[in-house]
């Protein structure tokens, strides 16, 4: 038998940024991987991307601005900026990154973003709603909790769609915490955002509580939960959720996500929320009294009105009298009411005096 020829040695394969897939590295990361971490405690050193990117490409014929799906981020571009900062989603703060470029238009799209828009988003994550809403809002507000994230999510911005970098600003905080003095700027017009599975009501009632100025907001969440801030009187999904954000808010249901859009991918599908803001109903009672009755109603759901709202009146003959005087029926259970009918009994809770007597 004949020896078969020696096959010649395979050439090394280019790392760290030179070679063909360097340049489109550059671009997808921004030089990020190259600053100090979020645990060394240092300042980002300024960095010319446009500059770095044109001397990466030069040799190599590859356009610049050759990006699949323009400014936005596709899956390839996720993971690969995820590796580079060295970042793991974690579900204790519910970290699901959208990796679909179509799916951001069409978020942008359905929350009605314009031209005159202040929008603020929180848990901008990696930045692929981000870099959808700064193409077409006057200017962006991202508040994310994640140190690392958010050390160098404005890299990633100035990297990706560089013309609109002045238009963004990075607020480096809790959700929940978050107050109006905390965002730099014109106040919210509207809020746009991928919320955290597991914080998704509490930051959305403490944004439309906190921030007044939001006239739309658009949120993508768990879809049971955009089942039960949808819902409507009567409904099975119906509970302190919806009548809390209908305080606020007109809301509907605006679309179903599938789980494939997202990395890591979830064990649940996602819906998107939509909340025009109104005038919250006429009523004397303030909006803390109006919830505390919410609360009270739904904590024991199963009873009717007049058991379950004894605590909060001070007995169940003084609920049943409150209610009376609201025109609200005894025998109906909490998930009956609307949040007018809220309203109005909670201008009727017996004063703690009345209630011991």
């Known amino acids: 038998m004949r020896a078969r020829p020696a096959r010649p040695p395979r050439p090394a394969r280019p790392r760290c940024g030179c070679g063909p897939e360097g340049p489109r590295r550059a671009r997808i990361l921004g030089r990020v991987s190259k600053t100090p971490t979020a645990s060394q405690g240092q300042a980002d050193a300024p960095v010319d991307v446009a500059a770095e990117t044109a001397a990466a490409e030069a040799g190599t014929g590859a356009d610049p601005a050759a990006v699949g799906d323009g400014p936005l981020l596709g899956p390839a571009d996720i993971r ?85 970098a002045d238009r963004f600003a990075l607020v480096h905080a809790d959700a929940l915490a978050v107050a109006p003095g905390d965002l730099p700027g014109p106040p919210p017009t509207a809020l746009v955002a991928n919320l955290p599975y597991n914080v ?94 919410v609360d009270a109603a739904f904590a024991q759901r199963r009873k009717t009105l007049r058991a379950a709202l004894a605590g909060w009146a001070g007995s169940a003959a003084a609920a049943e009298q409150a209610l009376a005087a609201a025109g609200i029926d005894h025998r109906l259970r909490g998930e009956a009411l609307t949040v007018e009918q809220f309203a109005a009994l909670a201008e009727h809770r017996p004063k703690p005096a009345a209630a011991a007597l």
């Open 200 to 293: 998704a009501v509490p930051v959305l009632l403490h944004m439309l509580e906190t921030f007044p100025s939001i006239e739309r907001t658009l949120v993508m969440v768990q879809s049971e939960v955009a089942d039960r801030l949808a819902a409507g009187p009567g409904s099975k999904a119906y509970g302190v959720p919806s009548v809390k954000a209908a305080w606020y808010a007109d809301v509907r249901r605006a679309g179903a996500i599938g789980r494939n859009v997202f990395w890591p991918a979830p064990n649940v599908d996602s819906g998107l929320v939509s909340l025009v803001r109104r005038d919250p109903p006429a009523t004397s009672a303030s909006r803390a009294e109006v919830f505390a009755a």
């Open 80 to 164: 690969e900026l995820a590796a580079a900062l060295g970042v793991r989603p974690t579900k204790q703060r519910g970290q699901n990154f959208v990796i679909d470029a179509n799916t951001v238009r069409r978020i942008v799209r359905t929350a009605g973003v314009r031209p005159d828009d202040v929008v603020v988003e929180v848990g901008p994550g990696l930045g692929s709603l981000t870099l959808g809403l700064l193409e077409v809002a006057d200017r962006v507000t991202a508040v994310e909790i994640d140190a690392l994230l958010a050390r160098h999510l404005p890299t990633t911005v100035r990297a990706r769609i560089p013309a609109r």
